[in-house]
């Protein structure tokens, strides 16, 4: 009792001890609140697959940053398909959003979402919206795409804003009937917007045309990667010249053709050959 | 409750009838609901008076606002909004340097209307005591809502604001924001007294920081007829910023100058003295001396 008496006498140090304890319990305290709410930002921060942001939103990581949640853009979609996200929803709260198989983007000419956009959440330099990409078209599901299924339902094709050039037929042998031919419809990142109005209109129960967030949708070549045939018409020409003609190792006196098969090499003249075959650097000659 | 007690503005509706013993209350009711309605109208019945929320506004097609909090809360995030969106948070700021910053939270921000009547209920029923944290505690969580956002590069308080989740909610669809509005509701009823907005709200710490300068005050012409009824003190949400000016303290002026007094009006309303009164910051009443603190 009375050590603890003792302990509860302010001594005239009390004060000058009160003031780095309590900066110390606030500091604590309000950084462990920061602490779980940065954490749960963080987990709010990646886009659900169906949520498409309107056009000319800047890349996610810095949207969230940028987009100040008036809902501007809500109100002045002609077509009122946007939507501003709520708490309980996987991303940052108060962002817009549509869902394409919902209501997918009209795709206005004069863009006013982004016309009505206080901030660089959407990119007010884009003003063609045929170069907008909210998203990217994937034929996700071949087994119940009726086109995959050898019907002529093409309706993704048709609906596309960006007609024959973000979705194009491609015509392939139908192997059930043999004699057929399958309309595939192909999606071209090149002019894909994401709207979604495919999405929208696909007439199956669950769309097997499906809209969604470029990071999800793209792929993307390694740096390093090179295509031949595009570099050698850059090139105006093969670079490791001449193609190294096929040879085979055979049995003493055998050849072999494609088509024929194997063969006895017909007997002939012997005489000095050059080696062929070879790329130039190894017959002395320069690349 | 005993029979002697008497509720806080008793003797001022006695005094100056029920009426001018709410003036104050009235009005700011009328304003918070008011502001309300102009942005639900649009989205009720179509009428585009006003579009956005409180985050950032466009009204009439011409007059853009932009909320302060969110504008240092974008700068925090390293984002530099359109001119249109800079425009509004210096429209804004000019304003509440006009008419005090915190005015902001009496006179506009909706959760003011959920906290008051925490308050209110809280005083009917009788619930004393709870919960006790300095009032310091909300400039601790503005500086961390800011250093988060700087770090995670998302607007990290935007996640649970009560402010623009209520509002947001409101015009364009609530889901489960009404959540963090009730236990904001009752945080302030059981757990502690004036705890969200006096403890904890960082935007209303960045109106305050406006309210340091800001030029429309309380005034407290006739403080000499102060008959210690405690009334004001019972009515305050920021009850620490009366005393100074009141009982001059150092040798304050009349005039309360605390950037967390919220002009809310409600010492005028329940003064059966008439101490109190909405001045301007400068002018003859409070003298040169208002704004000099003088030695201990």
Redesign the interface.
């Known amino acids: 009792m009375d050590n603890e008496n003792k302990l509860r006498v302010k001594g005239p140090g009390s004060a000058r001890r009160q003031f780095p304890a ?1 900066t110390a319990r ?2 604590c ?3 462990l ?2 602490l779980g ?2 954490l ?3 987990h ?2 990646a886009l659900p697959p169906a949520a498409i942001r309107p056009p000319g939103a800047i890349p996610e ?2 949207f ?9 853009c ?3 979609c002609p077509f009122d398909i946007l ?2 996200a ?4 996987p991303m ?3 962002t817009p959003y549509f869902v394409a198989r919902q209501a997918p983007c009209e795709m206005c000419e004069d863009i006013p979402c982004i016309k ?5 959440a959407l990119d ?1 330099s884009l003003t063609d919206i045929t170069k907008s990409k909210m998203g990217l078209a994937v034929l996700v599901d071949q087994e119940t795409c009726l086109n995959f299924l050898g019907l002529r339902c093409d309706i993704c094709y048709r609906v596309c804003p960006v007609l024959d050039k973000a979705i194009t037929l491609d015509p392939q042998n139908n192997l059930r009937t043999g004699k057929h031919t399958l309309f595939i419809p192909v999606v071209h990142s090149e002019h894909c917007t994401g709207c979604g109005l495919c999405e929208k209109a696909c007439p199956t129960e669950i769309a097997a045309i499906k809209v969604f967030p470029l990071y999800l949708a793209k792929g993307q070549l390694s740096a390093h990667y090179r295509l031949g045939w595009v570099e050698k018409e850059k090139a105006g020409g093969s670079l490791v010249a001449p193609d190294v003609e096929h040879q085979y190792n055979m049995p003493e006196g055998m050849q072999y053709e494609h088509g024929k098969g194997l063969s006895a090499v017909p007997p002939a003249p012997i005489s000095p050959v050059e080696p062929v075959g070879l790329p130039k650097a190894f017959q002395g000659g320069k690349l | 409750m005993s029979a002697g007690f008497l509720r806080p503005g008793a003797e001022a509706i006695a005094e100056k009838g029920w009426l001018l013993a709410h003036k104050w209350l009235i009005l700011r009711r009328a304003s918070q609901i008011g502001i309300l309605l102009l942005f639900l109208v ?1 989205p009720w019945f179509k009428w ?1 008076i006003v ?3 409180l ?4 009204t009439l097609d011409f007059l ?1 606002l ?1 909320d302060a909090f ?1 504008f240092v809360q ?1 700068l925090a ?6 001119t ?2 800079i425009i ?1 948070a210096g429209l804004v700021v000019l304003f509440y340097w006009l008419v005090g910053g915190r005015t902001y939270c009496s006179w506009v921000c909706p959760v003011n209307l959920v906290t008051d009547l925490a308050n209110w209920l809280r005083a009917r029923l009788g619930l004393k005591g709870g919960a006790h944290l ?1 009032r ?2 909300r400039y ?2 503005f ?3 800011l ?3 700087a ?10 604001n009560p402010v ?2 209520l509002q ?2 409101l ?7 009404w ?2 509005i009730l236990a904001v509701f009752l945080f302030d009823l059981f757990v502690m007294r004036h705890g969200w907005c006096g403890h904890f709200c960082p935007v209303g710490v960045c109106y305050s920081l406006i309210g340091k300068f800001s030029l429309l005050r309380v005034k407290l012409p006739a403080r000499e007829a102060c008959n210690d009824c405690m009334d004001c003190f019972a009515v305050c949400p920021e009850q620490q910023v009366i005393r100074p000016a009141l009982k001059a303290i150092n040798g304050r002026a009349p005039i309360i100058l605390d950037e967390n007094c919220t002009n809310c009006g409600r010492c005028i309303d329940v003064c059966s003295k008439n101490v109190f009164r909405f001045g301007a910051r400068i002018g003859a009443a409070t003298g040169a001396g208002a704004v000099a603190p003088l030695p201990k």
């Open positions: 309590d606030m500091a305290g309000v950084g609140l920061g709410l940065s749960y930002a963080r709010a921060k990581a810095e969230s940053a940028a987009c100040i949640r008036c809902g501007m809500v109100r002045d939507l501003l709520k708490p309980e929803e940052s709260t108060g009505a956009c206080p901030t660089n007010h | 649009g585009w579009k956005g929320n985050n950032y506004s466009y853009p932009t969110q974008l995030a390293r984002q530099i909004p359109e249109i969106a509004g300095s310091q505690t601790w969580i500086g961390m809502a250093v988060a956002t770090l995670s590069g998302t607007l990290v308080w935007e996640m649970v623009t989740l947001r909610g015009i364009f669809g609530m889901g489960f924001a959540t963090v």
